[in-house]
């Protein structure tokens, strides 16, 4: 489909819908044309088309797609890369497991830029061959559209998507393929490890430490082991890929569980990106409490713009302001239903909770005294996105967030035009740290690195370093040299130190003696509880109920609690947290289940999170 600009007048202009008008965008934006399938992943459907070609708007061609021959034989299409010795070494290793299809776990752990997709598209070649099926997980919806078009690109339309973004109509549609076997491969999010898909004979879960894969709401699962079950069951390979694994993978595959395959070298002629960690606290005395950008980052964002080259900021705090304060009574303002600040989005005019969705205007006035002295304290993504305009007015800037990625396929639109060079700065979230591959971005910035530090989690030192790790990679991966620069103000902190020195085993034996100080996972099985109610008191009355009933199971380990959730108050219910840990995992489980039955009045107002990846 191609649009059809001149046919558009302004009195037709206004009659067309919002769906309309983004297709005609995409469309002109392109140029080129659209395969219907491209359209799909941006939220266009072929009713939408259809109308738009009846009012002469676009013009709807057949012709054959690049990728999308049916039944492509994988034999006839070759590899365009040639494998590097780590590669090809792993890949080796990994074809050997596959050929005894038996349940086997391989952990791939390659640094950032090591090629690990292309070792995933031909071990999938090999398991098509054998005449298995292929899993391929990936933790974000954003990050579907990019490996569906590489697996595509090599096994034609054999390959369906699966993930929580499409219709309902086209879930059925894919659904309905997968049933009916006219699909070898099938990529997806989490959701996509339940296809109904029989004989696989290997799963990939790719970024497997990535939190994503957990689903928090009821039914709590992770994607990454109900991939591992579904390997198990069906005798398959399941390969988990990561250049920062998880705490747990790697520790299996230390003692042997795993296989542990590594890749030490980037596919590039250019190593690792050079890494640089500016202290704050040294600025905001030269420069005040309210800089943003470093001097060194600003300077390094002005030289790769006269450069030519593209730059990521990452601040993993979306909003302008994380919260609003009176000069003169010293109040925030708070939500109503949670005990969090609310934060300021100054796009919208409005300061919202990010837990349960409550907004209002942004108050000229304090609820409290009504005075007039109000500030806005903290940082987020939109503050950024501003800085950055105002200090590169010239430069093409783009924010991708969950605010601006809120409607259908915005996160592969924005992705494409960076990858096509027409944004010179991308600043996001964790969102643009995850998979992506621009051979133009040299140079990435992170302000505020230590912002998860300060979560009550015993996870925060390594999502820290797997976010820093992987937002660094992100930089130097085509034949320029990347760089990274960290602001902090706690620059000493080990995460932080070894994701610069991008040192991932001396961050897990680091992280592993704090874990093993305090019993935490992987050293124990850990059960986090949260019990509900509609008051502080009435919550820890409920909780001391359940801590009884669990002792009287008999010694399984140790219970922290009940004590007041890092999250005190959520949606309007106020939340105590138990925390049971113990040796052994599965007879944890049945103390915790017994305990419940034991309680039929409240269990309803308990969740239970086995092996939780967010504490709180």
Known sequence: ACAEPDHLSPTASRKLGPKQRLTLDVLAEVGEGLSQSDLNECGVSVSTLKRLADMELVRVTNKPVAGDEVNADPDALKTEFQLTPDQGAALAQLLSILSTERFQTALLHGITGSGKTEIYLRLAKAALHSGRRVLILVPEIGLTSAAARAFRGLFGSRVAIQHSGLSARERHAQWSRIRAGEVDLVVGTRSAVFTPMDNIGLVVVDEEHDGSYKQEEAPRYHGRDVAIMRAKQAGALVVLGSATPSLESYHHAIRGQYEL????????????????????KEEFAEQGEEVVLSRALATGIRDRLDRHE??????????????????ECGGTAECPNCSVSLTIHRT?????????GYSRLVPTRCPACQGEYLEFSGLGTERVELEVRQQCPKARVARMDRDTMSHRGAADEVLTRFGRGEIDILVGTQMVAKGHDFPKVTLVGVVSADVGLGVADFRAGERTFQLLTQVAG?????????????QTVN???????????????????????FRQAMRYPPILGLINLIVKGPSESAAMRDGFQLVKALQRRGHVGWILGPAPAPLGRLKGQHRVQILAKGDHRTRLGEVVEAALDQLPRIRRRISVDVDPVFVG
């Open 261 to 280: 395959i590594s890749l030490t070298t980037r596919i590039s002629d250019q190593g690792l990106p050079a890494m640089q960690i500016i202290d704050m």
């Open 310 to 327: 593209q730059v990521i900021i990452l601040l993993n705090r979306r909003g302008f302001a994380t919260a609003v304060f009176c000069r």
């Open 348 to 356: 919208s005019g409005r300061i919202r909770c990010h837990y349960c």
């Open 474 to 486: 992100r930089a130097g991966r085509g034949s320029r040299p990347g760089e990274t620069i960290v």
């Open 491 to 513: 620059p000493s902190h080990y995460s932080i130190r070894h994701a610069c020195l991008q040192n991932y085993e001396a961050f897990y034996r680091e992280e592993l003696q």
